[in-house]
Structure formats: structure tokens, C-alpha cells
């Protein structure tokens, strides 16, 4: 018989990479009930700034329309424009990131509203978890004849879509002639209900786009796995990855399952990446950081790990750049 993968456990469900972090130890133990005690004293105050005007961002992608582009929408969500194939990311435009009425709720609303977005062509999912696969969203998607990816066993989730493709690690689909998407391992692990954890794969997306290499890495924690992504795979252009959610004290240290902002540059500088764009801040609270906090320590950190500080991105909840902006020396 053929030999499974290392990530395919027996019993059907799946683990990360080999030499990958494991669970926390038992004598950290997360509490709703303190955490919740914590969460009252975070400072929830947003500035002005992070949030760009909706109506500046509906004149944007009128100004963008015929260039490559990337637009934050918030959260793990953003457009992705190149040539004429838009993508999607992990897209989440509910007032809160769990079943029904529960779970974090929002602090800064989405940049548009789903009717207000453009024709998308390619849906991403990375994972399950409720802060990335929001069904009010999949159910109102209005472009339900995109291009779905998903990791392996989601696609039971898409079934009003007509192009649905569930992928394991390193499969690759062809997009077009231009654009070809691969699906690589990420250090994390699912869970939706109570009985089904890590019986869904997740993972990271490289979008090969001609001659460039853009990699959305959300969620994860670091891994001895990039290192070997980015001897396979690199030099990668811009890095998409996770920079919040990472502080749980006083239940426990951190999270290995989200990278601090210092761990996002070090997994961007693993890929030989040439630019490193920070996201999953700003829109929920999902751990116990400040919630500005992520985009400074990123900027402060960027040097200790090969990259200027110009090259340690973040956008405002709805900015919209071009590629070449984004890429430009």
C-alpha cells in the first residue's frame, strides 16, 4: 500500500509538519471565563486612522480597477487583484466570528459590504475556524460561480458553488496561463464543533502570478516548515501572515498556533521573502494584546530579521495598493 503522508494520521484526521511545536503543556489552561475578566481591560479605543472612508475605498478600486492590486477588507480578508483574476481571502463579513450570535464580535466593521465587492473570480479558504470560514458569508457570497480552494474536506461546506476544489499539501491547481496556486503546510489545526478536531486539513496559499510569488500564510505559528518551504519555493515576494492573536497571559505564554509579530518576520525571512505584509490585527479580539500592539512590534522588529522597516507592511482597513507600490525598492 501506498504510505501516507506524515500529516494523514490513521484515524482520518490530519497534524502538522514533523518538527513542528506541540500543544502547550497542561499547566496552561485557557478559561473563557478569564479571559473574558481580561479582555474588559484591554483599551478599545481605534484610531481615526486605522479605518480608511468607505467611500474613499468604493473610488479606490474604481482607480485600481486596471492595475495588480491588494485591498484589506479586515481581518484575514482581502482582494487580490492580478491581470483580470480577483481573489478572496478567508472571507468574514459577519458582525462576529462564531456560530450564530456568538463569539468575538467585531470593533471595526468590514471595508465594504459583500454587495459592494468586486466580480471575484478564485474563493481561498485556509481553515475552519470561525474567524476565517464564516458560512453567513459563504451562503451570501454573490460570485458563487468562482473558483472555490479549500483544504482537504471543507468542500462539503461550498455546495451552491459550481467549481469546488479541495487540495492537500503541496497539490497545485492552474489557475490560467499566467496564474497557478499551491497549497503548502501551515503550523495549526482545526476544529468547528466539539467532535471534529483536526478532521479538516488547513494551510497556507502561494499564488504564482508570472514571474512573482505571493504567499498568504494565515493562520500558523512558527515551524522548522519554512525553512524547507522557502528553499523549495523561494525567493517569495510578499508575505501575507498572521501577526495578532498571540498573547494569552495570564492563562499561558502565547499561543503556538499564531505567530507573534517577531515569529511572522522570522518565518518571512525562512521564505526569503522580499516583503512581509501583516494582517489578522485590528478587527477581533481573539487574545489579550493591545490591540494596536501588533503593527508596532512588526515595524520595530522588521531590522533584527534581515528586512528595513519599509518592508514590514500594514495596511489600514481598507487601503488599497498596488502591487508595484508594494514592491517597489
Known amino acids: 500500500m501506498e504510505k501516507k503522508p506524515y500529516h494523514h494520521l490513521p484515524n482520518g484526521t490530519f497534524r502538522n509538519p514533523e518538527g513542528s511545536p506541540i500543544s502547550r503543556s497542561s499547566s496552561g489552561k485557557f478559561s473563557y471565563r478569564d479571559f473574558n475578566k481580561e479582555k474588559k481591560k484591554l483599551d478599545m479605543t481605534v484610531p481615526k486612522e486605522h479605518i480608511i472612508n468607505k467611500q474613499e475605498v468604493l473610488n479606490n478600486l474604481e482607480k485600481f480597477k486596471n492595475d495588480d492590486y491588494i485591498a484589506w477588507i479586515g481581518h484575514a480578508t482581502y482582494l487580490i487583484k492580478l491581470g483580470n483574476t480577483t481573489f478572496i481571502t478567508d472571507p468574514v463579513f459577519s458582525k462576529n466570528a462564531g456560530p450564530?450570535?456568538?463569539?468575538?464580535?467585531?470593533?471595526t466593521e468590514p471595508a465594504l459590504n459583500l454587495n459592494e465587492i468586486p466580480k471575484t473570480d478564485v474563493f481561498l479558504l485556509t481553515h475552519n475556524h470561525y474567524d476565517h470560514q464564516d458560512m453567513s458569508t459563504i451562503r451570501r457570497f454573490p460570485f458563487k460561480d468562482a473558483k472555490v480552494l479549500v483544504p482537504l474536506k471543507l468542500g462539503k461546506y461550498f455546495k451552491k458553488y459550481k467549481d469546488v476544489n479541495e487540495m492537500d499539501w503541496y497539490e497545485e491547481i492552474k489557475i490560467n496561463d499566467h496564474l497557478k496556486v499551491t497549497f503548502l503546510p501551515a503550523v495549526h489545526w482545526s476544529k468547528r464543533t466539539l467532535t471534529d478536531t483536526n478532521k479538516t486539513l488547513w494551510g497556507n496559499f502561494l499564488i504564482q502570478y508570472k514571474n512573482m510569488?505571493?504567499?498568504?500564510?494565515?493562520?500558523?505559528?512558527?515551524?522548522?516548515?519554512?525553512?524547507?518551504?522557502?528553499?523549495?519555493?523561494?525567493?517569495?515576494?510578499?508575505?501575507?501572515?498572521?501577526?495578532?492573536?498571540?498573547?494569552?497571559?495570564?492563562?499561558?505564554?502565547?499561543?503556538?498556533?499564531?505567530?507573534?509579530p517577531e515569529e511572522a518576520l522570522n518565518v518571512a525571512q525562512d521564505l526569503k521573502s522580499k516583503k512581509v505584509l501583516g494582517m489578522h490585527w485590528g478587527t477581533f479580539v481573539l487574545s489579550l494584546e493591545p490591540i494596536m500592539e501588533p503593527p508596532i512590534r512588526f515595524k520595530e522588529n522588521a531590522e533584527k530579521f534581515g528586512f528595513k522597516k519599509e518592508d514590514a507592511i500594514t495596511f489600514k482597513i481598507g487601503e488599497i495598493n498596488s502591487l508595484k507600490s508594494i514592491l517597489k525598492n
Open 100 to 107: 450564530l450570535i456568538f463569539g468575538p464580535k467585531r470593533f
Open 213 to 260: 510569488k505571493i504567499l498568504f500564510a494565515c493562520d500558523t505559528g512558527y515551524g522548522n516548515i519554512y525553512r524547507e518551504i522557502g528553499e523549495k519555493y523561494g525567493p517569495i515576494d510578499i508575505t501575507m501572515i498572521n501577526i495578532g492573536a498571540y498573547d494569552f497571559r495570564p492563562m499561558f505564554d502565547k499561543s503556538i498556533y499564531h505567530t507573534t
